[in-house]
């Protein structure tokens, strides 16, 4: 059975005040409406402090989870946890996307076109070393140079599906 729900909810992370702010929209809302109905702020500092490591594990797991939902459960599925853990770890949080592809950082596809071999392959060589190591590797001139390519025509590509609306 299909529900349709003629509300939707937004959840923005407010970092600096630590702490998750949600609003229900009215989708149904006419023009000049203000389409919020109800606001709440949940507060960090408002867990009891017992439950601060499982909050924080908690949140690692969704992530790993919502971020590869594009990948089926099944082979690639913990390669494609992996590729969001090596993101959460060199600090980025938003990730880019390739359509029908699991996600793949414009440097790792850099490096894989320089060094002549698959994305896949350059993951696997990658995961060889630490932290450091990894990040100098993507941090080389050349691989910079060419993720940049790679990420202005990311941003630059667009299909237009007004015809099919």
Same mark, same amino acid.
């Given at each position: 059975?299909?529900?349709?729900?003629?509300?939707?909810?937004?959840?923005?992370?407010?970092?600096?005040?630590?702490?998750?702010? !949600? *609003? %229900?929209?009215?989708?149904? #809302?006419?023009?000049?409406? +203000?389409? =919020?109905?109800?606001?709440? $702020? !949940? *507060? %960090?500092?408002?867990?009891? #402090?017992?439950?601060?490591? +499982?909050? =924080?594990?908690?949140?690692? $797991?969704?992530?790993?989870?919502?971020?590869?939902?594009?990948?089926?459960?099944?082979?690639?599925?913990?390669?494609?946890?992996?590729?969001?853990?090596?993101?959460?770890?060199?600090?980025?949080?938003?990730?880019?996307?390739?359509?029908?592809?699991?996600?793949?950082?414009?440097?790792?596809?850099?490096?894989?076109?320089?060094?002549?071999?698959?994305?896949?392959?350059?993951?696997?060589?990658?995961?060889?070393?630490?932290?450091?190591?990894?990040?100098?590797?993507?941090?080389?001139?050349?691989?910079?140079?060419?993720?940049?390519?790679?990420?202005?025509?990311?941003?630059?590509?667009?299909?237009?599906?007004?015809?099919?609306?």
């Amino acid at each position: 059975m299909i529900r349709n729900n003629p509300f939707g909810l937004k959840a923005d992370l407010n970092v600096e005040g630590m702490s998750v702010d !949600f *609003k %229900v929209i009215n989708k149904l #809302a006419k023009e000049g409406e +203000n389409p =919020v109905t109800e606001t709440e $702020s !949940f *507060k %960090v500092a408002d867990v009891h #402090a017992n439950l601060h490591k +499982n909050v =924080v594990l908690y949140g690692v $797991s969704k992530l790993l989870q919502d971020r590869s939902s594009d990948v089926p459960t099944g082979p690639g599925k913990l390669a494609a946890m992996r590729e969001v853990m090596e993101l959460l770890q060199t600090g980025e949080w938003e990730r880019e996307r390739k359509v029908g592809a699991p996600v793949v950082r414009p440097e790792v596809e850099a490096l894989a076109e320089i060094k002549g071999c698959s994305v896949a392959d350059i993951q696997n060589a990658l995961r060889k070393y630490d932290k450091v190591a990894r990040e100098k590797i993507l941090e080389n001139e050349k691989v910079v140079a060419r993720a940049a390519e790679i990420r202005a025509k990311r941003e630059a590509t667009t299909v237009d599906l007004s015809d099919l609306g």
